[in-house]
């Protein structure tokens, strides 16, 4: 007995003994990331001389890196943020007839600057360089964690949004010319001057970035942010997004790799049409467009966040580039079933040509081009050859459980189920005349579909329910309140 508990005694010390030597390493190593013992990290700036038509400047020469840190931290896209490249300087009395500085934006990492012209227009200055340290907590911003956090800028491209925006015209969506520029020491920045001199960013005509608060929600002729949207869209009808639109700006945003989709990286613009107002999408904010996070940690924490998706001729995941925006998808697309997708995905295949895409990479600053141009141009060419197998995985995502929304109150529902399993869902306005065409019209099948939940937003519609079910298909009517109940047909 003595020897077994010896043996054992022996056996807990040898587990001690390893305990300490694996936890001990990994405690220090925590202590060693939270200590506020680094310098606070300030955003890249160019020193030129005052009046300079251009300067050289390096996008962010913190982000150089050697083999263990590019091994650990990812190699992303380091070549170009520390490869010296000539910009123009913006000259603010002279551009759109001079400009001056109206107010700071940005709410996460990018410093942005508003600017409204002499003949009224309005433009917004976005960083390229970004400050990461302003979404982690201010006791920890001069840490070494901070300054990994930091790092994971250089695995976005410093010229994506000049590549995405003429893919994103030629596919028909809203276009605003970006444009490279030095935001110069001036006193047209007026109280913005410490913050913004010397500055490296794209301007852009913006005025969707310029909206001091959101409209009234009830006003239908202005711009609107995505929450007001909602409320228009929560309220009736009579308020509507364009699917098709939004389902072509999503796709052109796999393609592009942009996964960083969402409610506030949209603007929606009215068109008025005979029924009310139809919205369409206004794609803004293209910092992750072609973002390529790479590197053994960023594997590690990519089994948590998905979303840091690796940019390449192959797609990444396609749960980790929807994940920002799987709300707002399921909330916007319920309405286009597999022919309609399919063909949204073959436009954009036909529209982006080998022209168009050699052309859109070119906008690039020549060094970048140089580095990086023909494999960014090959990645694009075989990324389209895919996007319609793309678009179909991604149907089926959402098709699994859609969501729908409507008011409610004032409403008609008609469920009928057919004989092959299937349900054929319409909704229009509660109108005694019976003229009111259905505003949503969809058949769901059970070979994609297991339960469609419909949310009420004022209340419950007028329900007619025919046929019988005769597959898995269910469908959950979810009141304002939260209840949930079955749709069952009438007895």
């Not at 305990?19 to 939270?34: D, M, Q, R, T």
């Not at 962010?60 to 650990?72: H, K, S, T």
């Not at 010397?198 to 969707?208: A, H, R």
């Not at 009579?238 to 960083?260: H, K, Q, S």
Request: charged share 20%.
């Amino acid at each position: 007995m003595r020897a077994s508990r010896g043996g054992a005694g022996a056996r807990h010390g040898s587990l001690r003994t390893w305990a300490l030597v694996i936890l001990l390493p990994i405690l220090l190593g925590a202590v060693v990331l939270l200590l506020p013992i680094l310098p606070p990290i300030e955003l890249s700036r160019a020193s030129f001389p005052p009046g300079a038509d251009s300067a050289v400047v390096i996008a962010g020469e913190r982000y150089r890196a050697g083999p263990v840190r590019q091994l650990l931290l990812g190699r992303h896209y380091r070549e170009l943020w520390t490869v010296p490249l000539k910009v123009e300087v913006l000259k603010l009395a002279e551009f759109d007839g001079g400009l001056i500085a109206s107010k700071e934006g940005g709410h996460r990492e990018t410093r942005s600057l508003h600017f409204i012209s002499a003949i009224g227009r309005h433009f917004v200055f976005r960083s390229v360089d970004k400050e990461v340290t302003r979404v982690i907590r201010e006791d920890l911003r001069r840490t070494l964690l901070a300054w990994m956090l930091q790092d994971q800028t250089s695995a976005s491209h410093p010229a994506g949004a000049l590549v995405a925006a003429p893919l994103q015209a030629a596919v028909g969506l809203p276009l605003t010319h970006p444009r490279l520029v030095l935001l110069p020491d001036d006193a047209r920045l007026g109280a913005f001057r410490v913050r913004f001199a010397g500055l490296l960013g794209t301007l852009q005509e913006s005025p969707g970035e310029n909206l001091a608060t959101p409209p009234d929600s009830n006003a239908a002729n202005h711009i609107k942010e995505t929450d007001s949207l909602l409320a228009l869209l929560d309220a009736g009808s009579n308020n509507r997004v364009d699917e098709r639109g939004f389902l072509t700006a999503r796709l052109l945003d796999l393609l592009l790799n942009d996964w960083d989709r969402h409610a506030g990286q949209w603007r929606w613009l009215p068109l008025r049409e005979s029924w009310g107002t139809l919205w369409q999408p206004d794609p803004i904010d293209r910092d992750q467009a072609f973002s390529r996070y790479s590197g053994v940690l960023l594997d590690l924490v990519r089994i948590r966040e998905p979303k840091f998706s690796k940019f390449g001729p192959d797609y990444p995941a396609l749960r980790g580039l929807t994940w920002n925006s799987m709300a707002l998808d399921h909330r916007l697309l319920s309405g286009l079933s597999l022919p309609a997708w399919d063909s949204i995905a073959g436009f954009l295949t036909a529209r982006l040509t080998d022209s168009v895409i050699s052309e859109a990479v070119r906008q690039m600053p020549e060094p970048y081009w140089r580095l990086s141009g023909a494999r960014l141009l090959a990645a694009l060419e075989q990324r389209r050859g895919q996007l319609r197998s793309v678009a179909r995985q991604f149907y089926l995502q959402l098709a699994r459980r859609p969501e729908l929304y409507c008011a409610g109150a004032g409403e008609i529902l008609l469920a009928r189920y057919e004989a092959d399993g299937s349900l054929q869902l319409t909704i229009s306005r509660d109108d005694s005349s019976g003229a009111v065409a259905p505003w949503f019209a969809r058949r769901f099948l059970p070979a994609e579909t297991e339960q469609v939940a419909l949310y009420f937003r004022r209340g419950r519609p007028r329900i007619a329910v025919t046929g019988t079910p005769s597959g898995g298909l269910t469908v959950q009517l979810i009141h304002p309140n939260g209840q949930a109940e079955a749709l069952t047909p009438a007895r």
